[in-house]
C-alpha cells in the first residue's frame, strides 16, 4: 500500500497561501481586508483566519496602525557587524536616526562589572535609545560603557547619531565583538517603546565589544523587531 509523504496543508495554512498572493497585489500602505470580510470570502471561521493574520504579521507582511491593518513595506535587512546600524540603514536610502529613552551612570552590579572586566560598583555610562527607520519604531538599544573611558559623553554627544561614530573620534578602535541572539517576546514597558503589541516576537541581542587591546568597551541589549527586521552575516570558510 503506498504511503502519503506529502504534509497535509492545515486549513489556516491553505487560507495564508491565499492571503499572500492577495499581498502581491497590493503596494505598502494598502489597507488590508478586516477579519470578518475575509473569513466570510474562504468560508472559514475567524480564528482559523486569525491564525493566517498572525503568521502574516510575524512575516513582516502586514502591520497594524492604530486600529487598522495595512500592507508593510519589506523588511529592513541590514549586515550584523562591527558598526552602526544608523548608518547602515542611511547607507541603504533610509531615513534613520535614535530617540533618546535615557542617560544615568551608575555603579556596575556583579555580573556587569564581569562583563566589562571592572570592579564592581565601577561607574557605567548607560544610554537607552529607539532606533527607528523610515519613522517606524524598530529597536530598542542599551548601552553600558565604563564612564572613564568616555568622560563627558552626556555633555557633548548627540543622542540621533552614531554612537560607534563618536567612540572612534575618542580613539577607540574595536577590535571584536561577540554577540549572542534569541527570540524573545516583549514585555510592557518596550513593547509600548516600539509601538506593538506584547505578542509581537522579537531579536534579542547581546554585545561584548572589546577594542584592539582586547579590553571590553561596551556592553549592549538590543532589541528589535522580528515583524521588520532581518539581519544577515558573512562568514569566510
Known amino acids: 500500500m503506498a504511503v502519503d509523504t506529502e504534509p497535509r496543508m492545515l486549513k489556516h495554512q491553505v487560507v495564508r497561501r491565499s492571503l499572500d498572493a492577495l499581498l502581491d497585489g497590493l503596494s505598502p500602505g494598502d489597507p488590508f481586508p478586516s477579519e470578518r470580510d475575509l473569513a466570510e470570502a474562504h468560508d472559514v471561521s475567524r480564528e482559523t483566519l486569525r491564525q493566517a493574520i498572525r503568521e502574516l504579521l510575524v512575516a513582516g507582511r502586514i502591520e497594524r496602525r492604530g486600529r487598522a491593518t495595512v500592507v508593510a513595506a519589506p523588511k529592513i535587512v541590514l549586515p550584523l557587524a562591527v558598526g552602526s546600524y544608523t548608518e547602515a540603514a542611511r547607507a541603504k536610502g533610509m531615513t534613520a536616526t535614535r530617540l533618546l529613552v535615557g542617560w544615568r551612570t551608575y555603579g556596575a552590579d556583579d555580573t556587569l562589572a564581569e562583563m566589562l572586566h571592572v570592579d564592581p560598583g565601577t561607574p557605567v555610562v548607560e544610554l537607552e535609545r529607539v532606533f527607528t527607520t523610515d519613522d517606524t519604531r524598530v ?64 531579536f534579542l541581542l547581546n554585545r561584548t565589544s572589546y577594542d584592539d587591546l582586547g579590553v571590553p568597551i561596551e556592553q549592549r541589549r538590543s532589541l528589535y523587531r522580528g515583524d521588520r527586521m532581518t539581519f544577515t552575516a558573512v562568514m569566510d570558510a
Open 139 to 202: 529597536g530598542l538599544e542599551t548601552t553600558r560603557i565604563p564612564a572613564s573611558r568616555v568622560p563627558e559623553l552626556m555633555d557633548s554627544f548627540d543622542h540621533r547619531s552614531s554612537l560607534y561614530s563618536e567612540l572612534a573620534v575618542r580613539g577607540i578602535v574595536f577590535g571584536r565583538v561577540v554577540d549572542t541572539i534569541e527570540t524573545v517576546l516583549p514585555d510592557a514597558r518596550e513593547a509600548a517603546l516600539l509601538a506593538v503589541d506584547t505578542r509581537t516576537p522579537m
